[in-house]
């Protein structure tokens, strides 16, 4: 196995394949299926003939949450909170920005009538987020105010500002558990008739959650990738979802993750053995893959970490051979893009 480094995940995308919307249609997005020796450019849609019968179809069941918040200070200067998890007694962590970080103790004016008081950074003194308690007239939890008086925290490379399309459209259909600031992206393209014809031709499906923090757009930094430091995410993986793993297995089925945060969620759970809890995993070419055998997911940046993922299951060379002909064939690109189909590598 070579030594990677960041720059052999770099490659050039034309900005305009950058996809600043969604396509008309979820399931009518283009689906790159790279499963054979040759690509094999689709319409998503097909998925169902491309998937087997007894094979088990994972979703991460996240619901992003309209997590982007504006406020003043007592000063009068302008910030933004970009809410990444909610902890108890109407208290969250956030990112904040803001061109003089205020002091601990200082009560924030929030859009929608809602103050927002400082108490410290996260998860300790020296971390890079903060921690702050709402409280609303009404007494409204975060989540009742981030609904009222939030923005989807659509990601920084959309460069409109989020409407009511958005509200719907960066949202999977079947999302559940309240707490993302970023989609499973590539769980957008199901909708229902998709699911219905999955479960027509016998193909099963099963959740899990992994809250997709803000972390999910951090770039790496270190040319030596082993130096960069992953973020922590939310996880669990339901009993319901582990049997349905296991009676795949036992029938000869394969586990189709749909979306990267699916295969953290299964891979984390097969690496510690704990079925919950925070997961900072880093998949980079070499790793041992324990659950995953096929990937569902959208194109992604370059020198990113979900390269280095896709790499690791799919083969450097193929992943790189796929995004070339991906942009030849003007595929649109990150979160409102299309998609593509991985098999595990086995050799």
Same mark, same amino acid.
């Given at each position: 196995m070579r030594d990677f480094t960041l720059s052999d995940f770099d490659f050039h995308l034309p900005p305009e394949l950058v996809a600043q919307h969604p396509a008309a249609e979820r399931s009518a997005s283009r689906l790159l299926d790279g499963t054979g020796s040759t690509p094999v450019d689709r319409i998503f849609r097909d998925l169902p003939s491309l998937l087997r019968p007894g094979d088990l179809l994972v979703f991460n069941d996240t619901r992003v949450v309209k997590a982007r918040l504006f406020g003043e200070k007592p000063t009068g200067g302008k910030l933004e909170l970009l809410v990444e998890r909610v902890l108890q007694d109407h208290e969250v962590v956030a990112h904040m920005k803001v061109s003089k970080k205020p002091q601990v103790g200082t009560t924030l004016t929030m859009t929608g009538g809602f103050s927002a008081t400082l108490l410290g950074r996260w998860p300790d003194e020296h971390g890079a987020l903060f921690r702050f308690r709402f409280e609303s007239p009404a007494g409204e939890d975060p989540y009742a105010l981030m609904a009222r008086c939030g923005h989807v925290p659509l990601p920084p490379y959309i460069t409109h500002t989020d409407s009511a399309d958005d509200e719907s459209r960066y949202q999977t259909v079947f999302a559940r558990v309240p707490g993302a600031v970023a989609a499973p992206t590539a769980a957008l393209h199901f909708d229902d008739a998709l699911l219905a014809e999955l479960e027509a031709r016998g193909i099963r499906r099963a959740n899990v959650t992994l809250h997709v923090g803000a972390g999910t757009f951090q770039p790496v930094k270190t040319e030596n990738i082993a130096e960069h430091t992953m973020h922590a995410e939310r996880y669990e993986v339901p009993a319901a979802t582990q049997r349905a793993i296991a009676e795949t297995r036992a029938r000869g089925g394969r586990i189709v993750a749909v979306g990267t945060t699916t295969v953290r969620t +299964?891979?984390?759970?097969?690496?510690?053995?704990?079925?919950?809890?925070?997961?900072? %995993?880093?998949?980079?070419?070499?790793?041992?893959?324990? !659950?995953?055998?096929? +990937? %569902?997911?959208?194109? !992604?940046?370059?020198?990113?970490? #979900?390269?280095? #993922?896709?790499?690791? #299951?799919?083969?450097?060379?193929?992943?790189?051979? +796929?995004?070339? !002909?991906?942009?030849?064939? !003007?595929?649109?690109?990150?979160?409102?893009?299309d998609a593509m189909l991985l098999e595990r590598k086995t050799c």
């Open positions: +299964l891979e984390s759970w097969a690496k510690s053995g704990e079925s919950s809890g925070d997961t900072s %995993i880093f998949i980079t070419p070499g790793f041992i893959f324990e !659950h995953v055998d096929v +990937l %569902i997911t959208n194109f !992604h940046l370059p020198k990113s970490t #979900l390269m280095m #993922l896709v790499s690791a #299951l799919a083969g450097y060379e193929d992943v790189m051979a +796929l995004y070339a !002909h991906a942009i030849r064939e !003007h595929y649109r690109f990150f979160s409102y893009g």
